[in-house]
């Protein structure tokens, strides 16, 4: 079922595959819901101009509107739950654009985390299996799947964490069709610039070095390496910049931002969807 549904027209709802999915017509008017988490979330990020946060703003309502949101086993997916996934997506592209997100088509929301089977190689050979709990999910020219109680978990002040940001910064990574960790950068010597940083630093993790701010997970290949950076450039930027600053400046040329500038966002998400339960 599609929540809210005589609060706003919804021009295309479909079931298939235990899933229903919303896309909202083109021409209606805000949702004050939406609207109101929007501004609560996009105050937090305080290093960006007024021009940013305005393009933000903006690029949000456009991933919403123009993306196939579907809730799973039953959940439905609101207009404050879009706005919180829309606006953390687009802090990403702010400076660089949603063409950068053009593999996203379909926005899965699910509670909890599906099990399923990974596998890890080395030069071609399998040296492990195990059956995992995935919260985020990622495919290229596929669906982009989170789970909702990550997301809020992920809400928690200073948590230094975000399954919003990792996801898309995956699907930023695929821009090129390609999932190799190299977003698409603009100009060879960028692009060689930041393959030289990725590799050194994806080194420097599997030598055993203490890795913080980078969660052990960036270690597992250069696709993960760019997703963790990047939940670790908006979440934990001063901690990034002193222990791998290579690697914080060549995000900042990225992503054309520079969140250590000033202090990064306090409060949480959750708190955002339900201001009477922040402290």
């Given at each position: 079922m599609v929540k809210d549904v005589g609060r706003h027209h919804v021009s295309q709802v479909g079931r298939h595959n235990g899933r229903m999915a919303t896309q909202r017509a083109g021409n209606e008017g805000p949702?004050?819901?939406?609207?109101?988490?929007?501004?609560?979330?996009?105050?937090?990020?305080?290093?960006?101009?007024?021009?940013?946060?305005?393009?933000?703003?903006?690029?949000?309502?456009?991933?919403d509107r123009t993306r196939s949101w579907e809730g799973l086993n039953g959940l439905s997916v609101s207009a404050s739950m879009r706005a919180l996934i829309a606006c953390q997506a687009c802090l990403l592209t702010v400076n660089i654009g949603l063409v950068v997100l053009r593999d996203v088509t379909s926005i899965l929301v699910g509670r909890g985390s599906v099990t399923k089977k990974t596998r890890h190689t080395l030069g071609g050979l399998v040296v492990s299996e195990a059956h995992a709990g995935v919260i985020g999910e990622t495919l290229l020219h596929g669906p982009l799947r989170l789970s909702w109680d990550q997301v809020e978990a992920d809400g928690q002040a200073d948590s230094g964490t975000s399954v919003v940001l990792h996801e898309f910064a995956h699907k930023i990574d695929m821009a090129d069709g390609m999932t190799d960790g190299n977003p698409p950068m603009v100009g060879r010597r960028r692009s060689m610039e930041w393959d030289r940083i990725s590799q050194e630093v994806l080194e420097d993790l599997r030598s055993g070095e203490p890795s913080a701010p980078l969660r052990d997970y960036a270690a597992t290949n250069r696709s993960e390496l760019f997703a963790v950076a990047t939940e670790a450039f908006f979440l934990r930027p001063l901690e990034l910049r002193s222990r791998f600053d290579s690697l914080y400046q060549a995000m900042l040329v990225f992503y054309g931002q520079d969140p250590a500038c000033r202090p990064?966002?306090?409060?949480?998400?959750?708190?955002?969807?339900?201001?009477?339960?922040?402290?």
């Open positions: 949702d004050p819901a939406w609207e109101d988490v929007a501004i609560r979330i996009l105050a937090r990020w305080d290093h960006l101009n007024a021009d940013e946060s305005a393009r933000l703003l903006e690029q949000a309502r456009v991933l990064p966002p306090r409060g949480s998400e959750e708190s955002a969807l339900n201001p009477r339960r922040s402290t």
